[in-house]
Each structure stands twice: as C-alpha cells, then as structure tokens.
C-alpha cells in the first residue's frame, strides 16, 4: 500500500542539468530516508545520494559537487537536481524510500519503477 512515483528522467546533452522527483503515497506513518539509486546496463545498482528525515545527507563520491538532494517530509517527496551531467550517468534512476507503515515497528525499503535518464549528443 505504499508507492513512489518518480518524475522527470529525459535525455539531456553532457553538461546539462535535469531534476528528479519522487513522492511516495500511501500507509506510510514515518519514512526514516529516502534516495535515489541509478542502475545502468551491465552495471550493479549504486547508490547517487540519500536524505534521512532529519536532513542529513549522503552522496557518491562521483557526484558530489554537482548533485544536490533535498525533500519535502510534508510531502513525503525527495529531489534530486543533477548538474553538469556526463555522458556515463546514463542509467535508469530508481527511487528509495525507507518507510515505517501504521501499526508496523519496522521498516521496509520501497521501489519506485525507474525513470530513464540518458546523457549523450
């Protein structure tokens, strides 16, 4: 009864800049984190960048300096703007949520479906 619903994935030159949403709906009574993760072809899923709840922040070293997460705990959304994008980001970037469901004292890690995230000329 939980879902993530992840926006704004796109083809977009080197260099250039795109912003991911995600917003998670349902029983949901706390989400502890939530992140995003890229997985492309031939490659393991990774981790780009997660966001607990208190606003701590965790990135890649591949992408600190140029990717910001931030959220909207109101919302239960997280944001990902991504800059000066190369050519080897190109993956499918999934969102993550970490929720703790009404009635439940444990958590449960949460899927959104991927959205395609391609960087080329």
């Known amino acids: 009864q939980v879902q993530l619903v992840e926006t704004g994935g796109g083809l977009v030159q080197p260099g250039g800049s795109l912003r991911l949403s995600c917003a998670a709906s349902g029983s949901i009574d706390s989400i502890n984190a939530m992140g995003w993760y890229r997985q492309a072809p031939g490659k393991q899923r990774e981790l780009v960048a997660a966001?607990?709840?208190?606003?701590?922040?965790n990135y890649a070293d591949s992408v600190k300096g140029r990717f910001t997460i931030s959220r909207d705990n109101a919302k239960n959304a997280v944001y990902l703007q991504m800059n000066s994008l190369k050519p080897e980001e190109t993956a499918v970037y999934y969102c993550n949520a970490m929720v703790r469901r009404y009635s439940s004292s444990v958590t449960i890690n949460y899927w959104g479906q991927g959205t395609q995230v391609t960087v080329s000329s």
């Open positions: 966001i607990t709840s208190g606003g701590s922040t």
